[in-house]
Protein backbone atom coordinates (compact mmCIF):
# COMPACT_ATOMS: atom_id res chain seq x y z
CA UNK A 1 0.00 0.00 0.00
CA UNK A 2 1.49 3.21 -1.18
CA UNK A 3 2.15 5.59 2.31
CA UNK A 4 -0.27 8.16 1.20
CA UNK A 5 -3.27 5.76 0.51
CA UNK A 6 -2.23 4.24 4.52
CA UNK A 7 -2.14 7.54 5.91
CA UNK A 8 -5.38 8.30 4.76
CA UNK A 9 -6.75 5.09 5.42
CA UNK A 10 -5.57 5.53 9.54
CA UNK A 11 -6.99 9.14 9.45
CA UNK A 12 -10.16 8.40 7.87
CA UNK A 13 -10.55 5.12 10.62
CA UNK A 14 -9.91 7.16 13.54
CA UNK A 15 -12.05 9.93 12.71
CA UNK A 16 -16.00 9.75 14.05
CA UNK A 17 -18.89 9.49 11.44
CA UNK A 18 -19.93 12.66 12.28
CA UNK A 19 -21.62 15.83 10.50
CA UNK A 20 -19.06 17.90 8.80
CA UNK A 21 -17.72 21.15 9.72
CA UNK A 22 -15.57 23.34 7.41
CA UNK A 23 -13.38 22.29 6.08
CA UNK A 24 -13.33 19.10 7.45
CA UNK A 25 -10.25 17.69 5.91
CA UNK A 26 -11.88 14.21 4.55
CA UNK A 27 -14.49 16.43 2.85
CA UNK A 28 -11.96 19.31 1.74
CA UNK A 29 -12.75 19.30 -1.92
CA UNK A 30 -16.97 18.74 -1.41
CA UNK A 31 -16.92 21.47 0.86
CA UNK A 32 -15.18 23.59 -1.36
CA UNK A 33 -16.92 22.54 -4.58
CA UNK A 34 -20.25 24.35 -2.38
CA UNK A 35 -18.93 27.16 -1.42
CA UNK A 36 -18.18 28.11 -5.31
CA UNK A 37 -21.81 28.50 -5.73
CA UNK A 38 -21.79 30.96 -3.06
CA UNK A 39 -19.01 33.34 -5.29
CA UNK A 40 -16.21 32.73 -2.30
CA UNK A 41 -12.62 32.75 -4.09
CA UNK A 42 -11.14 29.62 -3.73
CA UNK A 43 -8.12 27.93 -4.17
CA UNK A 44 -6.02 26.65 -7.13
CA UNK A 45 -5.80 23.36 -7.71
CA UNK A 46 -2.22 22.96 -6.58
CA UNK A 47 -3.07 24.17 -3.84
CA UNK A 48 -5.95 22.12 -2.66
CA UNK A 49 -3.96 18.94 -3.26
CA UNK A 50 -1.27 20.66 -1.05
CA UNK A 51 -3.08 21.09 1.75
CA UNK A 52 -5.27 18.38 2.32
CA UNK A 53 -1.94 16.21 2.06
CA UNK A 54 -0.26 18.29 4.54
CA UNK A 55 -3.21 18.60 6.77
CA UNK A 56 -3.86 14.97 7.16
CA UNK A 57 0.18 14.39 7.24
CA UNK A 58 -0.85 17.41 10.67
CA UNK A 59 -3.21 15.49 11.97
CA UNK A 60 -1.42 12.16 12.47
CA UNK A 61 1.45 14.14 13.51
CA UNK A 62 -0.59 15.60 16.58
CA UNK A 63 -3.27 12.85 16.80
CA UNK A 64 -6.02 15.34 16.19
CA UNK A 65 -9.67 13.71 16.10
CA UNK A 66 -10.34 16.06 13.69
CA UNK A 67 -8.86 18.92 11.35
CA UNK A 68 -10.21 21.11 9.66
CA UNK A 69 -9.10 24.28 7.09
CA UNK A 70 -10.12 27.60 8.72
CA UNK A 71 -9.32 29.82 5.70
CA UNK A 72 -6.83 32.22 4.17
CA UNK A 73 -5.80 35.92 4.95
CA UNK A 74 -4.27 37.50 1.98
CA UNK A 75 -0.95 39.32 2.20
CA UNK A 76 0.70 41.40 0.32
CA UNK A 77 4.13 38.81 -0.38
CA UNK A 78 3.00 35.40 0.95
CA UNK A 79 -0.65 34.70 1.81
CA UNK A 80 -1.53 32.86 5.34
CA UNK A 81 -3.49 29.90 5.61
CA UNK A 82 -5.12 29.08 8.50
CA UNK A 83 -5.95 25.67 10.10
CA UNK A 84 -6.73 24.53 13.49
CA UNK A 85 -7.35 20.44 15.32
CA UNK A 86 -8.79 19.24 18.17
CA UNK A 87 -8.58 16.52 20.54
CA UNK A 88 -11.40 15.49 22.65
CA UNK A 89 -13.42 18.87 22.91
CA UNK A 90 -14.22 20.81 19.32
CA UNK A 91 -14.64 23.93 21.49
CA UNK A 92 -11.58 23.67 24.11
CA UNK A 93 -9.35 21.67 23.02
CA UNK A 94 -8.67 24.08 19.81
CA UNK A 95 -5.42 24.55 18.72
CA UNK A 96 -4.29 26.96 15.47
CA UNK A 97 -1.82 26.43 12.78
CA UNK A 98 -0.44 28.81 9.91
CA UNK A 99 1.19 27.88 6.81
CA UNK A 100 3.16 30.06 4.16
CA UNK A 101 3.61 27.73 1.71
CA UNK A 102 0.76 25.39 2.43
CA UNK A 103 2.99 22.46 3.66
CA UNK A 104 4.85 23.39 6.60
CA UNK A 105 2.54 24.42 9.67
CA UNK A 106 3.53 26.48 12.56
CA UNK A 107 1.59 26.79 15.71
CA UNK A 108 -0.15 30.34 16.02
CA UNK A 109 0.88 32.16 19.65
CA UNK A 110 -1.51 32.71 22.27
CA UNK A 111 -2.14 36.46 22.78
CA UNK A 112 -3.22 37.20 26.54
CA UNK A 113 -2.42 41.12 25.94
CA UNK A 114 -5.38 43.21 25.75
CA UNK A 115 -3.14 46.03 24.13
CA UNK A 116 -2.72 43.23 21.56
CA UNK A 117 -5.61 43.07 20.46
CA UNK A 118 -7.05 47.11 20.64
CA UNK A 119 -3.63 47.11 18.59
CA UNK A 120 -4.87 44.74 16.01
CA UNK A 121 -8.52 46.40 15.29
CA UNK A 122 -7.17 49.62 14.97
CA UNK A 123 -3.88 48.84 12.78
CA UNK A 124 -5.53 49.43 8.70
CA UNK A 125 -1.95 48.26 6.89
CA UNK A 126 -2.47 45.35 5.13
CA UNK A 127 -0.25 41.85 5.60
CA UNK A 128 2.62 41.73 4.09
CA UNK A 129 3.29 38.20 4.81
CA UNK A 130 6.62 38.07 6.85
CA UNK A 131 5.71 37.30 10.31
CA UNK A 132 8.01 38.98 12.07
CA UNK A 133 7.71 42.11 10.71
CA UNK A 134 6.64 44.75 13.11
CA UNK A 135 3.89 47.17 12.54
CA UNK A 136 4.09 50.48 15.13
CA UNK A 137 0.10 51.11 16.18
CA UNK A 138 -1.29 54.27 17.99
CA UNK A 139 -3.72 53.30 20.35
CA UNK A 140 -6.65 55.84 21.31
CA UNK A 141 -6.40 58.13 24.10
CA UNK A 142 -7.52 56.90 27.83
CA UNK A 143 -9.39 59.11 30.41
CA UNK A 144 -10.37 58.86 33.45
CA UNK A 145 -13.72 60.01 34.58
CA UNK A 146 -15.74 61.15 37.98
CA UNK A 147 -19.49 62.08 37.48
CA UNK A 148 -19.28 62.67 34.36
CA UNK A 149 -16.09 64.83 34.21
CA UNK A 150 -12.76 64.42 33.15
CA UNK A 151 -10.37 63.94 35.66
CA UNK A 152 -7.42 62.76 33.97
CA UNK A 153 -6.19 61.89 30.15
CA UNK A 154 -3.38 59.76 29.26
CA UNK A 155 -1.59 60.53 25.69
CA UNK A 156 -1.72 57.86 22.95
CA UNK A 157 0.65 55.16 23.24
CA UNK A 158 2.22 53.75 20.53
CA UNK A 159 3.10 49.88 20.61
CA UNK A 160 4.84 47.74 18.49
CA UNK A 161 2.61 44.90 16.81
CA UNK A 162 4.34 41.97 15.41
CA UNK A 163 2.52 40.28 12.38
CA UNK A 164 2.69 36.76 13.74
CA UNK A 165 0.93 38.19 16.78
CA UNK A 166 -1.52 39.97 15.04
CA UNK A 167 -2.44 37.15 12.76
CA UNK A 168 -3.23 34.99 15.89
CA UNK A 169 -5.16 38.01 17.32
CA UNK A 170 -7.26 38.81 14.12
CA UNK A 171 -8.11 34.31 14.20
CA UNK A 172 -9.12 34.61 17.34
CA UNK A 173 -11.59 37.73 16.77
CA UNK A 174 -13.16 36.43 13.67
CA UNK A 175 -13.68 32.87 14.97
CA UNK A 176 -14.97 34.34 17.98
CA UNK A 177 -17.43 36.59 16.45
CA UNK A 178 -18.67 34.77 12.91
CA UNK A 179 -17.43 31.54 12.85
CA UNK A 180 -20.75 29.49 13.08
CA UNK A 181 -22.41 26.22 12.96
CA UNK A 182 -26.41 25.23 12.57
CA UNK A 183 -28.50 24.43 15.49
CA UNK A 184 -28.07 20.86 16.47
CA UNK A 185 -24.75 20.31 14.79
CA UNK A 186 -22.40 20.27 17.88
CA UNK A 187 -23.60 18.07 21.19
CA UNK A 188 -22.62 18.46 24.67
CA UNK A 189 -21.91 15.80 26.28
CA UNK A 190 -22.71 14.96 30.46
CA UNK A 191 -18.97 15.04 31.35
CA UNK A 192 -19.04 18.62 29.45
CA UNK A 193 -17.56 17.94 26.19
CA UNK A 194 -18.71 19.18 23.30
CA UNK A 195 -18.45 17.20 20.22
CA UNK A 196 -20.29 16.89 16.56
CA UNK A 197 -23.61 15.55 16.66
CA UNK A 198 -23.99 12.48 14.63
CA UNK A 199 -28.16 12.42 14.73
CA UNK A 200 -27.86 16.01 13.38
CA UNK A 201 -29.63 15.64 9.87
CA UNK A 202 -29.92 19.36 8.85
CA UNK A 203 -32.30 22.13 8.86
CA UNK A 204 -35.49 22.07 7.09
CA UNK A 205 -37.44 24.35 4.75
CA UNK A 206 -38.79 26.33 7.65
CA UNK A 207 -36.00 26.47 9.80
CA UNK A 208 -33.39 27.25 7.72
CA UNK A 209 -34.31 31.38 7.00
CA UNK A 210 -34.63 31.69 10.67
CA UNK A 211 -31.23 33.31 12.10
CA UNK A 212 -32.24 31.84 15.75
CA UNK A 213 -31.29 28.28 13.94
CA UNK A 214 -27.68 28.94 13.75
CA UNK A 215 -24.62 29.33 16.18
CA UNK A 216 -21.54 30.99 17.04
CA UNK A 217 -19.12 27.92 16.59
CA UNK A 218 -17.07 29.36 20.22
CA UNK A 219 -17.67 28.68 23.85
CA UNK A 220 -21.19 30.48 25.00
CA UNK A 221 -20.53 34.35 26.81
CA UNK A 222 -23.82 33.78 27.81
CA UNK A 223 -25.81 31.84 30.57
CA UNK A 224 -27.16 28.97 29.74
CA UNK A 225 -30.69 29.80 31.34
CA UNK A 226 -30.46 32.87 28.91
CA UNK A 227 -30.32 31.18 25.78
CA UNK A 228 -32.53 28.33 27.02
CA UNK A 229 -35.23 31.00 27.64
CA UNK A 230 -35.15 32.06 23.76
CA UNK A 231 -36.46 28.82 23.18
CA UNK A 232 -39.79 26.82 23.81
CA UNK A 233 -38.53 24.12 21.85
CA UNK A 234 -35.44 24.15 24.43
CA UNK A 235 -32.63 21.15 24.58
CA UNK A 236 -30.20 21.35 27.28
CA UNK A 237 -27.84 19.08 24.99
CA UNK A 238 -27.51 21.33 21.85
CA UNK A 239 -29.18 24.81 22.98
CA UNK A 240 -26.06 25.49 24.99
CA UNK A 241 -24.05 28.29 22.29
CA UNK A 242 -24.82 31.62 21.56
CA UNK A 243 -27.08 32.53 18.70
CA UNK A 244 -26.05 34.71 15.86
CA UNK A 245 -28.98 36.50 15.98
CA UNK A 246 -27.79 38.16 19.14
CA UNK A 247 -24.58 39.27 17.45
CA UNK A 248 -24.65 43.47 17.49
CA UNK A 249 -25.95 45.19 15.68
CA UNK A 250 -28.92 42.65 16.11
CA UNK A 251 -30.31 41.20 12.84
CA UNK A 252 -27.86 43.06 10.52
CA UNK A 253 -24.21 41.43 11.31
CA UNK A 254 -25.13 38.88 9.08
CA UNK A 255 -26.55 38.73 5.09
CA UNK A 256 -28.57 35.34 4.64
CA UNK A 257 -29.25 34.30 1.03
CA UNK A 258 -31.23 30.74 -0.36
CA UNK A 259 -29.32 29.45 -3.06
CA UNK A 260 -29.86 26.79 -5.86
CA UNK A 261 -33.43 26.54 -5.92
CA UNK A 262 -33.64 26.72 -2.17
CA UNK A 263 -31.84 23.97 -1.28
CA UNK A 264 -28.46 25.96 -0.05
CA UNK A 265 -27.82 28.48 2.51
CA UNK A 266 -25.14 31.02 2.91
CA UNK A 267 -25.00 33.48 5.25
CA UNK A 268 -22.05 36.16 4.97
CA UNK A 269 -20.42 38.23 7.80
CA UNK A 270 -20.56 41.87 6.79
CA UNK A 271 -18.65 42.76 10.13
CA UNK A 272 -15.22 40.49 8.67
CA UNK A 273 -16.36 40.42 5.09
CA UNK A 274 -15.06 37.35 3.67
CA UNK A 275 -15.99 34.95 6.75
CA UNK A 276 -18.62 32.34 4.42
CA UNK A 277 -20.91 29.51 5.97
CA UNK A 278 -23.24 27.29 3.98
CA UNK A 279 -25.58 24.57 4.63
CA UNK A 280 -27.32 22.26 2.11
CA UNK A 281 -30.51 22.20 3.51
CA UNK A 282 -32.22 18.82 5.02
CA UNK A 283 -27.89 17.60 4.78
CA UNK A 284 -25.39 17.08 7.49
CA UNK A 285 -23.20 19.03 5.10
CA UNK A 286 -22.70 22.80 6.55
CA UNK A 287 -19.84 24.69 7.35
CA UNK A 288 -17.79 27.99 7.41
CA UNK A 289 -14.54 29.36 5.69
CA UNK A 290 -12.85 32.68 5.61
CA UNK A 291 -10.80 34.16 2.48
CA UNK A 292 -10.06 37.96 3.00
CA UNK A 293 -7.51 40.77 4.16
CA UNK A 294 -7.96 40.19 8.36
CA UNK A 295 -9.58 43.58 8.48
CA UNK A 296 -12.98 44.59 10.20
CA UNK A 297 -15.09 46.53 8.24
CA UNK A 298 -15.19 50.10 9.61
CA UNK A 299 -18.08 51.54 7.38
CA UNK A 300 -20.79 48.43 9.14
CA UNK A 301 -22.08 50.96 10.77
CA UNK A 302 -23.40 52.99 7.62
CA UNK A 303 -23.92 49.73 5.52
CA UNK A 304 -28.06 49.80 7.06
Known sequence: MKPKLKLRK????????ASQI????????ESLDSLMHSG????????????????????????????????RING????????????????????????????????????QCERGFQATLL??????????SINCVKLDPSFETDANHIISANLPEEIKLKEEDR?????????????????GALYKLTDGRVVPNQMFRGLNELQCEDLSFYQIYRLPRN????????????????????SIEDVIAKDHAFSLNLLRNERFIVIKSLIWQGMTFFHKINSHKHGFLYIGDGKQNNDFPFMF
Open 10 to 17: LIKKNACN
Open 22 to 29: IMDINYFK
Open 40 to 71: VTLLSPEEMILIENSLLALQAKNRFTYIYFWG
Open 76 to 111: IERDYFIAFGCLRDCLKDRKFFYSLDGYQWLMLPFL
Open 123 to 132: CRQPFCGDPS
Open 167 to 183: LAAVVFIITEECAMCPR
Open 223 to 242: DLRTNLSKRSDYNYTIDFLD
